[in-house]
Nanobody
C-alpha cells in the first residue's frame, strides 16, 4: 500500500521557521516528481514547490527565497524548509508524488496544518 505521510506542521510566529516532511512508503520517492501544495480556507490548492526525479527544484513566486525543497533518498523523504514565515503562509500543506511512465501514477498525503500567527 502506497502512503505519503506529511509531518512537521504547527503554530509558529511570523518570521519563524518550520520544516515539513513527506515520508513515502510503498514507493521509491526519488523516482517521482514531488510537489508541495497548500490550501488555505476558501482558497484553491496551489503549488508551492517541486523537486523532480532528477533533482531540479522550482518554487512559486510567493515563496521563492524563503522556502527550500529537498530530498533525502536514504530516508525516502522530501522536505520543505520554510523560513521567514508570514501569516499568508497559513494553510494545510500537502505533498504529491507523480510519475508519468510507464503509466501515470499520482499519490497525495493527508496534509499537515501550518498556522502562522502571533
Amino acid at each position: 500500500q502506497v502512503q505519503l505521510v506529511e509531518s512537521g506542521g504547527g503554530l509558529v510566529q511570523p518570521g519563524g521557521s518550520l520544516r515539513l516532511s513527506c515520508a513515502g512508503s510503498g514507493i521509491i520517492v526519488r523516482v517521482y516528481d514531488v510537489g508541495w501544495y497548500r490550501q488555505a480556507p476558501g482558497e484553491q490548492r496551489e503549488l508551492v514547490a517541486t523537486i523532480t526525479s532528477g533533482g531540479t527544484t522550482s518554487y512559486a513566486d510567493s515563496v521563492k527565497g524563503r522556502f527550500t525543497i529537498s530530498r533525502d533518498n536514504a530516508k525516502n523523504t522530501v522536505y520543505l524548509q520554510m523560513t521567514s514565515l508570514k501569516s499568508e503562509d497559513t494553510a494545510v500543506y500537502y505533498c504529491n508524488s507523480v510519475r508519468e511512465s510507464p503509466m501515470r501514477l499520482s499519490y497525495w498525503g493527508q496534509g499537515t496544518q501550518v498556522t502562522v500567527s502571533s
